[in-house]
């Protein structure tokens, strides 16, 4: 075989499907059958100088993809798999790894570099390979300047896929001395010197203790700033991204190179290529977000004692800092407007003073308006563009009383921009900075409002106007009206806008019939506001709503009859159909929920039911799947015990989204669904309950399913168990070991980061759902002693929550609910347990003193509940 793997690796990249397919399937059977000898001839192939590149890097590739997998599960089993080889063969792929870096090839280096990287995140953590960053420190010191490229290339990488626990001090410090030495000015080869840099961005993570000493520090950041201003230009852009790392990871070190940052920066901004600019951009962005993100946290007292003070940065640079990035407004792209991901300097610099306006409030404002009011007439657009541009982006962050003189002489002249400015770039800016005067100056938290009864006939009729320009102008247009709107959400019958319901209504179905529609996201922005419009109506214009119901369903009739489709069109018709179920979702929840209207809209019921479960029939992509459960779950609530004649139907298409594992936002929405039905039926979903509880049970022991599906499964289970009442016994044997094992879990988990806290407190929530969900059915159940044994162990997952005291808001308000419920159910019988658990005194005190009015109200009712236990 190891002769033919090189043609076999050749082949799996031809152009020919046929041969493509077979060397593919050779691969796969080679893998399955001897697994040791795939990767030895895969090593050997990536090692081998005399073969071709091709097959050097697909060998490589392969290799790389068996130490590795995205989804967590498949990681562990590749790692598990890659362990337990024998030795050897370990030694003879990590042998062929190494010497590859000193091939002449640049690819196959490369390849190598990240497949030792794979290896080492399985091994160091496991003590195995020590000495490897040994091997690749020696290799630093090579004279051939390619090896040294390739070994810092790994470096990188391995700083990459090891956490900063795994390696020792003196390790760490070895490495960050080769890497900046590699980053010198004094290394004359660039190639080097860009790896090294590269690796530099990599290895910050580690370099805690090195940046709390001043020596270390002042030497790292003096080698970085040189490097932002190498001649190569990759280097300077490397350089920038390890300033804007730096800016992050960093940001209490940097009070001493702030002056020199702010030179090196204006001067990239202003003269460099783009790629350099962005990132210049991108530090000041970074450090806006650091400074808002600790004073949103500590308010504005701030106080010496928490984590990170606030260094002010960008209020001492504000003089020099807006005036740079006013300039890079001016400096925008023909064409950038149509292209959904452009990003560029006019664009970053806009982003970035948005940031600025959120960090420094009313400070900002005297610094942009000359700049405004100086161009915002000039004859060239490029002014105009950035001086509306400039406008919009400080919306965000002044008080209503520093904006609000400012809008109202603005507002006019915006509207009137957008109905006579001859340039599309000018009328699609002036329409998005219409959205954030709506989104940030209207509305009824707002106590000066720049929107009155006088202008908003005017406001509308140029908004409704704008939605027939070209599609970009017209899908911000779409924007602005969706936040004119919602600023009236609280308006009821009062809203100015009930007048012209009937006109906006009419003029967002025009939008989405529009041949051009599919362009600039303007459909789905017309549906999105046409939602908004639905979402905010009124008792009055309620009959308005309802004509619009056959013509919604009439047009998701018309998607589903569509036949002989292309790829193309099969794509639009998905996105269509989504489209007109997520708007069907919000329809059903406004006529439906309204007594006024629900008699009327349910006569509906049959014909929607029937189009959702034809949609489902479609086998249509995820998101299509996922609107229509969602408007099934609407609609279960709406006619709510009524709903079970649909059962039969539906219970198909409920198990398939049960068992969606790949499309595991379906799987969840599903589960979701399954909680709206319970409450809608009560004890009518008994008869499905075996089939749901089966999926269930099921799902929550597979590895293969997306683990953020779990927390909601477990609420499910208080669902059911809440519609059921004491029928969910039989279930009791299955579900309450696997809450238990999951509240052990969740109540001792390692949060390493802030993502790993909010899952863990996702599934302490779901699990609490679930006991309160079964506590409250039981209760004045003749049954409800089958929950003592449950008791103790409940009871000690309360007081393990308040011990640890890493609980959200949400966990401890439902943690104390908890400790009601089982009092209020189980009454005297767990007086005893109450008495010994802490959750029931200490626990119960700190709720009882909460600020917050939800965890107080949930306290004083528990506490009623668990005085009736304890004294009974």
């Known amino acids: 075989?190891?002769?033919?793997?090189?043609?076999?690796?050749?082949?799996?990249?031809?152009?020919?499907?046929?041969?493509?397919?077979?060397?593919?399937?050779?691969?796969?059977?080679?893998?399955?059958?001897?697994?040791?000898?795939?990767?030895?001839?895969?090593?050997?192939?990536?090692?081998?100088?005399?073969?071709?590149?091709?097959?050097?890097?697909?060998?490589?590739?392969?290799?790389?993809?068996?130490?590795?997998?995205?989804?967590?599960?498949?990681?562990?089993?590749?790692?598990?798999?890659?362990?337990?080889?024998?030795?050897?063969?370990?030694?003879?792929?990590?042998?062929?790894?190494?010497?590859?870096?000193?091939?002449?090839?640049?690819?196959?280096?490369?390849?190598?570099?990240?497949?030792?990287?794979?290896?080492?995140?399985?091994?160091?953590?496991?003590?195995?390979?020590?000495?490897?960053?040994?091997?690749?420190?020696?290799?630093i010191h090579q004279l051939q300047s390619h090896v040294k490229q390739a070994t810092l290339e790994t470096l990188g990488y391995l700083c990459e896929e090891v956490s900063p626990e795994v390696a020792d001090q003196d390790q760490v410090n070895k490495i960050l001395t080769a890497v900046v030495q590699g980053m010198n000015a004094s290394e004359g080869n660039?190639?080097?010197?860009?790896?090294?840099?590269?690796?530099?961005?990599?290895?910050?993570?580690?370099?805690?203790?090195?940046f709390s000493n001043d020596m270390e520090r002042d030497y790292i950041m003096r080698v970085v700033c040189e490097a932002t201003m190498s001649p190569e230009v990759k280097i300077r852009q490397a350089a920038f991204e390890c300033l804007v790392a730096i800016s992050t990871t960093y940001y209490d070190k940097l009070a001493s190179y702030m002056q020199d940052i702010f030179s090196i920066t204006a001067k990239a901004v202003r003269e460099d290529e783009e790629p350099v600019a962005l990132q210049a951009i991108e530090f000041w962005s970074s450090i806006c977000d650091e400074e808002i993100d600790i004073l949103d946290e500590y308010g504005s007292d701030f106080t010496a004692d928490s984590d990170i003070p606030c260094f002010y940065f960008i209020k001492q640079a504000l003089p020099a800092l807006v005036p740079m990035l006013l300039e890079t407004l001016l400096k925008q792209e023909e064409g950038q407007d149509q292209d959904e991901g452009a990003w560029n300097i006019a664009m970053a610099g806009g982003t970035c003073l948005g940031l600025v306006a959120r960090t420094v409030s009313d400070d900002i404002v005297p610094l942009v308006m000359p700049f405004i009011e100086e161009n915002i007439t000039k004859p060239d657009w490029r002014q105009r563009e950035a001086a509306t541009y400039a406008f919009g982006s400080i919306l965000e962050g002044p008080s209503a009383e520093k904006l609000s003189p400012i809008v109202n002489v603005a507002l006019n002249f915006m509207l009137t921009a957008l109905m006579k400015d001859p340039n599309d770039h000018v009328k699609d800016t002036t329409a998005w900075t219409l959205g954030r005067i709506f989104e940030f100056m209207h509305g009824s938290n707002v106590e000066t409002p720049v929107i009155t009864r006088e202008n908003c006939h005017q406001i509308l009729t140029v908004?409704?106007?704008?939605?027939?320009?070209?599609?970009?102008?017209?899908?911000?247009?779409?924007?602005?009206?969706?936040?004119?709107?919602?600023?009236?959400?609280?308006?009821?019958?009062?809203?100015?806008?009930?007048?012209?319901?009937?006109?906006?209504?009419?003029?967002?179905?025009?939008?989405?019939?529009?041949d051009d529609a599919g362009e600039s996201r303007l459909r789905t922005a017309a549906y999105e506001s046409l939602n908004e419009v639905v979402r905010c109506s009124t008792e009055e214009t309620a009959?308005?709503?309802?004509?619009?119901?056959?013509?919604?369903?009439?047009?998701?009739?018309?998607?589903?009859?569509?036949?002989?489709?292309?790829?193309?069109?099969?794509?639009?018709?998905?996105?269509?159909?989504?489209?007109?179920?997520?708007?069907?979702?919000?329809?059903?929840?406004?006529?439906?929920?309204?007594?006024?209207?629900?008699?009327?809209?349910?006569?509906?019921?049959?014909?929607?039911?029937?189009?959702?479960?034809?949609?489902?029939?479609?086998?249509?992509?995820a998101t299509v799947h996922e609107e229509?459960?969602?408007?099934?779950?609407?609609?279960?609530?709406?006619?709510?015990?009524?709903?079970?004649?649909?059962?039969?139907?539906?219970?198909?298409?409920?198990?398939?989204?049960?068992?969606?594992?790949?499309?595991?936002?379906?799987?969840?929405?599903?589960?979701?669904?399954?909680?709206?039905?319970?409450?809608?039926?009560?004890?009518?979903?008994?008869?499905?309950?075996?089939?749901?509880?089966?999926?269930?049970?099921?799902?929550?022991?597979?590895?293969?399913?997306?683990?953020?599906?779990?927390?909601?499964?477990?609420?499910?289970?208080?669902?059911?168990?809440?519609?059921?009442?004491?029928?969910?016994?039989?279930?009791?044997?299955?579900?309450?070991p696997m809450l238990q094992s999951a509240a052990e879990l969740s109540a001792h988990a390692v949060t390493v980061d802030d993502e790993m806290l909010e899952y863990t407190n996702q599934l302490r929530n779901g699990i609490l759902e679930a006991y309160s969900g079964i506590f409250q059915g039981f209760k004045n159940s003749p049954k409800t002693q089958l929950l003592m044994p449950f008791a103790p162990h409940i009871l000690q997952f309360l007081d393990s929550l308040y011990n640890e005291k890493d609980m959200d808001d949400v966990v401890m308000k439902a943690a104390i609910g908890v400790l009601g419920d089982l009092a209020d159910t189980l009454g005297t019988n767990a007086g005893p347990l109450i008495n010994q658990s802490i959750s029931s005194k200490d626990f119960l005190e700190e709720c009882l003193s909460s600020d917050d009015h939800l965890i107080k109200e949930s306290a004083e009712w528990a506490k009623l509940a668990v005085t009736r236990a304890i004294s009974g």
């Open 463 to 514: 908004l409704l106007q704008s939605m027939k320009d070209v599609p970009n102008v017209a899908e911000k247009a779409c924007g602005a009206l969706y936040f004119l709107v919602q600023g009236y959400e609280d308006a009821g019958s009062a809203s100015p806008l009930s007048p012209f319901f009937h006109d906006i209504i009419q003029a967002l179905l025009s939008v989405t019939h529009r």
């Open 628 to 736: 229509a459960m969602l408007a099934i779950g609407a609609l279960a609530y709406a006619a709510g015990q009524n709903f079970v004649k649909y059962m039969q139907g539906f219970y198909p298409y409920l198990e398939m989204g049960l068992q969606n594992f790949e499309e595991y936002q379906v799987c969840a929405i599903t589960v979701g669904v399954v909680g709206d039905i319970c409450r809608a039926l009560e004890e009518k979903i008994l008869p499905f309950c075996d089939g749901v509880m089966t999926h269930l049970l099921k799902n929550l022991s597979s590895n293969l399913l997306h683990r953020s599906v779990k927390p909601p499964i477990f609420s499910c289970f208080g669902d059911i168990a809440l519609a059921i009442g004491e029928n969910f016994e039989k279930y009791l044997i299955y579900a309450m």
């Open 190 to 210: 660039n190639d080097v010197r860009l790896a090294a840099t590269r690796a530099l961005y990599n290895a910050l993570g580690f370099a805690q203790a090195n």
């Open 1 to 139: 075989m190891a002769v033919e793997i090189t043609q076999i690796l050749l082949n799996a990249q031809s152009i020919d499907a046929a041969t493509r397919k077979h060397a593919e399937e050779s691969l796969k059977q080679f893998q399955d059958q001897n697994f040791p000898s795939f990767l030895l001839s895969l090593s050997g192939e990536l090692a081998n100088n005399e073969k071709p590149v091709d097959s050097r890097k697909l060998a490589g590739l392969i290799l790389k993809n068996t130490l590795d997998a995205k989804e967590l599960h498949r990681k562990n089993e590749l790692a598990q798999r890659w362990l337990s080889l024998d030795a050897s063969v370990k030694a003879q792929v990590k042998g062929c790894m190494l010497q590859t870096l000193s091939s002449p090839v640049s690819d196959a280096r490369s390849t190598a570099s990240q497949v030792i990287a794979k290896i080492a995140g399985i091994e160091l953590p496991q003590k195995q390979w020590p000495e490897l960053i040994g091997i690749l420190l020696s290799n």
């Open 543 to 621: 009959p308005t709503v309802m004509q619009l119901v056959p013509v919604i369903m009439m047009e998701l009739h018309q998607t589903l009859e569509a036949q002989k489709l292309s790829m193309d069109e099969r794509e639009k018709q998905n996105e269509l159909q989504g489209l007109l179920c997520g708007c069907l979702q919000v329809i059903i929840q406004k006529l439906g929920s309204a007594e006024s209207t629900k008699y009327a809209f349910m006569q509906y019921a049959d014909q929607l039911m029937d189009l959702f479960l034809r949609v489902f029939a479609c086998r249509n992509n």
